[in-house]
């Protein structure tokens, strides 16, 4: 199996869609419609700890679901930028915190049905507020609007739950992203 074409339908600033030719098991052509990103290499998360044990994540509005999401910081990796530097920023961006150590735990497909997105996963450990300067050389975007929130780990399932009994969605890529990190403490 294999994929031998791939078309653009329409394209935007940030994704495209396109239509993908394959051959299956059986040597017949099949489409396959899906979405990429643009301007992009990939897309990172960080799981950011803090040096008292505390989970940094972040609640913001998703249009797409028409709804606030819990999640841990994430963003596009720019064209040029090392994974890691990507990492660092998003940190500072949508957190405000800082963090000198950063251990690579996974990446993979988010959605491989439906995105050719990769994502890549990072721990920044003993996360502190950021300077001044790294606030001013990384600040926030001006179309997120992002709360932080910080909960000790020993207290993430409680917190995670009234955030979902309050009306927001949790991501599910949080559960096993932590345990994933555990393992570093």
């Not at 396959?32 to 972040?58: D, M, Q, Y």
């Not at 530097?85 to 915190?97: F, M, P, Q, S, V």
């Not at 049905?113 to 975007?141: H, N, R």
Request: glycine share 6%; charged share 30%; aromatic share 10%.
């Amino acid at each position: 199996m294999e994929t031998i074409d791939k078309k653009t339908v329409w394209e935007g600033r940030f994704i495209r869609s396109i239509i993908l030719t394959y051959k299956d098991h059986s040597g017949n052509l099949k489409n396959w419609e899906a979405a990429e990103r643009v301007n992009c290499n990939s897309i990172i998360a960080v799981v950011p700890v803090t040096k008292n044990g505390e989970l940094l994540l972040i609640r913001q509005f998703r249009p797409v679901v028409n709804n606030f999401v819990i999640e841990f910081p994430a963003g596009l990796n720019d064209k040029g930028e090392s994974l890691v530097d990507a990492a660092k920023r998003e940190l500072i961006e949508e957190t405000g915190y800082s963090a000198d150590d950063f251990i690579f735990l996974c990446e993979g497909p988010l959605s491989s049905g439906l995105s050719t997105e990769i994502l890549s996963v990072f721990l920044a450990k003993d996360a502190i507020p950021a300077t001044s300067k790294l606030k001013q050389q990384y600040p926030a975007e001006e179309t997120e609007n992002i709360e932080l929130i910080k909960t000790p780990m020993s207290e993430l399932h409680d917190a995670l739950e009234a955030f979902r009994k309050g009306g927001d969605y949790i991501d599910l890529k949080i559960y096993g992203l932590v345990e994933l990190a555990k393992k570093y403490f």
